[in-house]
């Protein structure tokens, strides 16, 4: 991602892209090791994947990070925030945007309504109807769909609208979980073309993914979990030709 890019993303947004660093963090379940000292750093402008089987603590990972599962950690900052210290229902007023897994959309809600939901920390302004357009701009389906129940969309479109829903808050950072599940080849191409969009304008991106294609394919750098620990940690364009990853989770 271009410095330039980053720079264009943080002139459109109220907050400026940050890097974001979590050190040993750790979630557990009752008895139950679900994450197990897990370190990353994303960098302003970067995405990384984070890939592995079921089980293996991608969605804790997430969870963690928004402050919605238990959790341990060396240090988790954004910047110079402390986000150990921020309570879940904050975060994304630090910039850090969330797409949960299944993509949870208020079906009897229309699309606009929904979109307008994901603004809720931000001021009803000029920005944000431009921050609408945005959205439409770069998913129109959603601008010709505005007023439909959002629960009559197909699975794609649901999806679109999950990302859609996280851009309203302007995030510097979209964390994404399992945005390709359930959907079929077609349209995880098309959920591949809005992350590259997003990209384009110098989002941050933290991608969690059982596709390991979809994140090779979207992702600077990855992270390859098993059993909760980082078991592998590189370039994507590096692990995509590793014989044990393209074994297990390319199938080759």
Not at 27 to 41: E, H, K, L, N, Q
Not at 45 to 73: D, E, H, V, Y
Not at 117 to 134: I, P, V, W
Request: hydrophobic share 40%.
């Amino acid at each position: 991602m271009t410095d330039n890019a980053a720079v264009a993303k943080a002139a459109s947004s109220d907050v400026a892209p940050e890097r974001l660093q979590v050190e040993g963090l750790t979630v557990r379940y009752g008895g139950v090791v679900a994450v197990d000292g897990v370190s990353f750093i994303l960098e302003p402008g970067q995405c990384l994947g984070i890939i592995g089987a079921n089980g293996a603590g991608k969605t804790s990972t997430l969870r963690a990070l928004m402050g919605l599962a238990p959790r341990a950690c060396a240090s988790m900052k954004l910047g110079e925030v402390d986000l150990m210290q921020v309570n879940a229902r904050d975060v994304v007023r630090h910039g850090i945007g969330y797409v949960p897994e299944g993509r949870h959309v208020f079906g009897g809600l229309t699309v606009r309504d929904n979109l307008d939901l994901g603004a809720y920390s931000r001021k009803r302004n000029a920005r944000r109807k431009a921050t609408f357009d945005e959205v439409y701009e770069l998913f129109p389906v959603l601008s010709d769909m505005s007023n439909r129940l959002a629960g009559t969309l197909s699975g794609g479109q649901q999806q679109m609208l999950a990302i859609g829903r996280a851009m309203m808050s302007e995030p510097s950072i979209l964390v994404l979980d399992e945005p390709s599940m359930g959907l079929s080849p077609k349209l995880v191409g098309e959920v591949l073309a809005s992350l590259n969009r997003l990209r384009e304008r110098g989002l941050s991106l933290l991608l969690v993914e059982q596709n390991a294609w979809l994140t090779f394919e979207a992702t600077e750098r990855c992270l390859v979990l098993e059993n909760g620990s980082v078991a592998l940690e590189g370039p994507s364009a590096d692990l995509r030709h590793d014989a044990g990853v393209r074994q297990l989770y390319l199938g080759l």
